[in-house]
């Protein structure tokens, strides 16, 4: 794409509403680097997220949609660690160069970028129709966030301690809801809102980047939640050494959700489903009240669902009985049918 490649950058992702100028950004798109000069004090936080036809999204999807979702999953990593967001690149393998869909792709990520001060800054671009192979790829979109955090109080996930609570932010098991109606049609007769609520949760995931600032010192360990709470969690576990006891009844659930599905489904939607890209963090008791208070200015809806143990186990508990379950998050390398 030779001529046409420029034409596409300069018309397309070179606009004011995209790339447009922020204090910590002195040199943008157009030369072989761009320039960053992130605050005084501060330390770089840096995260990559690639999405892929037919993996992450479906291949009918809207482009708008699409465009906000693969900025708001990056920006998820940069909350997790309590980082503010600066600037992101973004890289594309394009099966062709459709201008409609380009216009509405950028203008979601336009919308995202904007409400949260986050300009594109750079990028590469290339066809996805080899000139060298017989056949097509697949939509591939490698999007790479900047943030800053004051160095040193950045939200790990390895500093969970016993005894702290385990909170999550929002709902959970939306998104995989939203992900069976989009692609299988499931529940067709649960009412039209309740539909579009749970498809919205999959499309535009809530951005939790105020939230993750607001628990910088506060907070023990975070992460956010993108294959499922099952795994996530038992990420913080491994890396602080410690264990977890939680108490599935206090899993908060949305009433979306619940009127969809069957209570047995709902959890394997809640622990297992993933894309929620809400926060999963620990804090100490003496902290919990500022925390509550601190999300609840914010709006964002907070839940204590367990609490941190000794030991390296991860135990589901409902009505003081320890559950069996057998779930696991989403994992690229693991065939349907395989035992753990
Ligand atoms: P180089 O060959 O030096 O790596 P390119 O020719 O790929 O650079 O890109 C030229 C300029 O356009 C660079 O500043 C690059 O960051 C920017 N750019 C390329 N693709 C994109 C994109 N998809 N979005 C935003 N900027 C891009
Ligand atoms: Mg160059």
Known sequence: MASDEFDIIRRHFNRPELAFAVPSVSLAIGDDCALLQPSPGCELAVSMDMLVEGVHFLPDCDPFQLGQRTLLVNLSDLAAMGAR???????????????????????????????????????????????????????????????????????RRSGARVGDAICVTGTLGDAAAGLRILRDGAWPTLPTPLRESLQQAFHAPQSRVAAGMALRGLASAAMDLSDGLASDLGHILQASGVGARVD??????????????????????????????????????????????????LGTRVCQIGQITPGSTLQWWREGRELALKLRGYNHFHREGESA
């Open 248 to 297: 599935v009844d206090a899993l908060p659930l949305s009433e979306a959700l619940c009127a969809a599905v069957a209570p047995q489904e709902r959890l394997a939607l809640a622990l297992g489903g993933g894309d929620d890209y809400e926060l999963c963090f620990t804090v100490a008791p003496q902290h919990l009240s500022v925390v509550q208070e601190r999300l609840a200015a």
């Open 85 to 155: 967001p600066l600037c992101f690149t973004l890289a594309l393998s394009l099966p062709g160069s459709d201008a409609a869909w380009l216009t509405r792709f950028t203008a979601g990520l336009a919308r995202v970028a904007g409400e949260h001060h986050c300009p594109l800054v750079g990028g590469d671009l290339t066809a996805s129709a080899p000139p060298l192979a017989g056949r097509s790829g697949p939509l591939c979109l490698c999007v790479q966030v900047h943030g800053e955090v004051p160095a040193g109080t950045a939200l």
